[in-house]
């Protein structure tokens, strides 16, 4: 059968194998869109997750009768639900924690290399040793290391320091009571949920490597992720409230 | 209005400092982070539309005002390397991140590709 054919067919009956039928065709799009977007703090396997997640609600809304082609229709979808997801909640979790943790790891390649061949390595031997991209370490070696506050930001600048021009922290007060309610939130969690949010936000691992670690599947990892997302907004709105 | 030119040779190893400094450039313009990592995506894909085109070169004109406009265009054209399914999807791509993607053909081949980022308010 044709795209067209498959299409009206699995509109016609609803019948799961034709549509499963239908994604593993274009299983490829969702892959190829979601390395285009490696690189953003998120890994791999929850983009493609995300892509195939797209996928497969594409599928359900394409009309084969409007005369277009499904890849062109399914591509922006796809890129759509990637850009969601990274304004979601990609950026505030994972990148400012990768850029520092990378950074330390370019620091201690950078010297293991220095020992074993004898010159300063560059930054494409630092990649490949830490399997990163070497755009990746361009731009966390531009993303500036510790730097004194008593320092001047800039050459031209009157005598000011970092010290002077920086705006104040935030309260430390509402840093703590913070802290309080998530943990309070936290203890609303079981112990497998538990694992779950150790797992994925605080080694950071993917939802594969995460599922693997506790014995499930990927997709039973994302409906928990999900459920104790949901279960801490709603602790968490209660204490703010209270 | 400030404007920026890039010539660069259409080949792999050259994306990286291409990426990086349209990444530069943006910030310049003052594009937010996601706007910056979107625009990288859009000239990368773009450079590969040349590239599979068969173009050795291309110039990248980046224009400072209101946002980042950018220009692409293929330069010393050989034989066609392929166009495959990819490029069709790069070319979405385009049309799904930027503001205004245009992909100019001339002679029925693809020669020149804009688009822009607006500053969000």
């Known amino acids: ?100 943790e990378l950074r330390i790891s370019m620091k201690r390649a950078a010297e293991e290399i220095t020992k074993e061949t004898g010159k300063r390595p560059s930054a494409k031997e630092i990649a490949e040793r830490l399997g990163v991209s070497e755009e990746e370490i361009l731009r966390c070696a531009e993303a500036g290391g510790v730097v004194s506050l008593d320092n001047s930001p800039d050459r031209d600048s009157d005598g000011m320091s970092f010290h002077e021009v920086l705006p104040a922290v935030d309260d430390v007060f509402e840093e703590v009571d913070n802290r309080d309610a998530v943990n309070s939130a936290l203890k609303t969690l079981t112990e497998e949920e538990l694992a779950l949010v150790r797992y994925r936000f605080g080694a950071e691992l993917s939802q594969v490597e995460t599922a693997k670690r506790m014995g499930v599947s990927q997709m039973n990892v994302s409906r928990m992720e999900r459920k104790i997302l949901q279960k801490l907004k709603v602790t968490l709105a209660k204490s703010l409230v209270e | 209005m400030k404007e920026i030119r890039l010539t660069t040779p259409l080949s792999g190893e050259l994306m990286t400092t291409v990426r990086l400094t349209t990444g530069g450039v943006c910030s310049v313009a003052g594009l937010s982070m996601d706007d910056s990592e979107d625009c990288k995506v859009c000239v990368t894909e773009s450079l590969l539309l040349l590239m599979h085109r068969g173009y050795n070169a291309a110039q990248i004109a980046f224009t400072v005002e209101n946002g980042l406009g950018v220009e692409i265009e293929g330069q010393n054209k050989t034989e066609r390397e392929s166009a495959g399914q990819e490029d069709e999807i790069s070319a979405a791509i385009l049309c799904a991140l930027a503001e205004n993607a245009v992909l100019e053909k001339k002679d029925g081949e693809l020669c020149r590709i804009t688009f822009r980022f607006g500053l969000q308010a």
């Open chain 1, 1 to 100: 059968m044709n795209d067209g054919e498959l299409f009206a067919a699995y509109r016609a009956t609803g019948d799961i194998k034709i549509r499963n039928e239908i994604v593993e065709k274009y299983l490829y799009i969702a892959s190829v869109l979601a390395k285009k977007f490696v690189g953003r703090g998120v890994e791999y396997d929850d983009l493609y997750q995300v892509a195939s997640l797209a996928l497969l609600k594409g599928v359900d809304r394409f009309d084969e009768t409007k005369g277009v082609q499904f890849s062109t229709f399914i591509t922006p979808t796809i890129t759509g639900e990637i850009k969601n997801y990274f304004r979601d909640r990609s950026r505030l979790v994972h990148l400012p924690r990768r850029v520092a």
